[in-house]
């Protein structure tokens, strides 16, 4: 069936350092994919998301690359800061059956 | 523009009783997708409606049901609940469904005694 990795579980930083989170999918129609970061209390909250004709995109400080050959895909955050502390979840979607499946989450934490 | 609300917020039920959920999208959404958070499985697809009729459904036994109303607003039930349903239980709507961005709802934590 559909699936999402996630990759690591867990990331400590030190501030201004940069972060990276890796997924990989298995459905290969899957043609968006959001990141959504999920802070304490609250419910998840898109930060970017990247569409299959679209091999990276950058906002600021975060970025998110795709090889769709591979069924990868990666977000990157660079300058951390604390407030970037936060529970990070990636997801594959936009096939027929229109949902998204999302990874287990990685929790960040960015040491002041 | 409100964001989504979900009701209640907090809910501790024991084993054997039902439960329903309420979720209010953003106004113009008309997909409503929800989903079941745990520590150990992350955020898991329970079903999707738009425009009252369910297009989706994940894995889940038939206990767990939902319904959505005209005005976009939806349910979820759980029926013969059972300790491993304890879960943060999140709402979201979008305008594209899986296939846009979602904005959610802040969760309804459910507990089962």
């Known amino acids: 069936g559909e699936n999402v990795e996630q990759h690591p579980s867990t990331l400590s930083v030190q501030e201004g350092d940069s972060a990276v989170i890796k997924c990989t999918y298995s459905?290969?129609?899957?043609?968006?994919f959001p990141w959504y970061k999920q802070e304490l209390g609250k419910g998840p909250q898109l930060i970017i998301d990247?569409?299959?004709?679209?091999g990276e995109k950058k906002d600021q400080r975060i970025a998110v690359t795709l090889n769709k050959t591979a069924k990868h895909f990666s977000l990157h955050i660079t300058e951390t800061q604390p407030e970037d502390s936060a529970v990070y979840f990636c997801?594959?979607?936009?096939?027929?059956?229109?949902?998204?499946?999302f990874g287990p989450g990685t929790s960040l934490s960015v040491i002041p | 523009k409100a964001g989504v609300t979900q009701t209640p917020r907090y809910l501790i039920k024991t084993r054997g009783q039902q439960v329903t959920l309420s979720c209010s999208p953003i106004?113009?959404?008309?997909?409503v997708s929800w989903y079941q958070q745990t520590p150990g499985q992350g955020l898991q697809f329970l079903f999707e409606?738009?425009?009252?009729?369910?297009?989706n459904k994940g894995n889940f036994p038939g206990r767990f049901s939902g319904r959505q109303f005209s005005n976009s607003r939806s349910e979820m039930n759980v029926s013969t609940l059972e300790l491993g349903d304890s879960a943060l239980y999140l709402c979201?709507?979008?305008?594209?469904?899986?296939?846009?961005?979602?904005?959610f709802g802040p969760g309804t934590r459910l507990t089962v005694l």
């Open positions: 990247i569409r299959s004709n679209v």
């Open positions: 997801a594959a979607g936009g096939t027929s059956y229109d949902k998204v499946i």
């Open positions: 106004s113009g959404h008309r997909s």
């Open positions: 409606y738009f425009s009252e009729t369910q297009r």
């Open positions: 979201a709507s979008s305008l594209l469904g899986g296939r846009g961005e979602q904005f």
């Open positions: 459905d290969s129609a899957s043609n968006y």
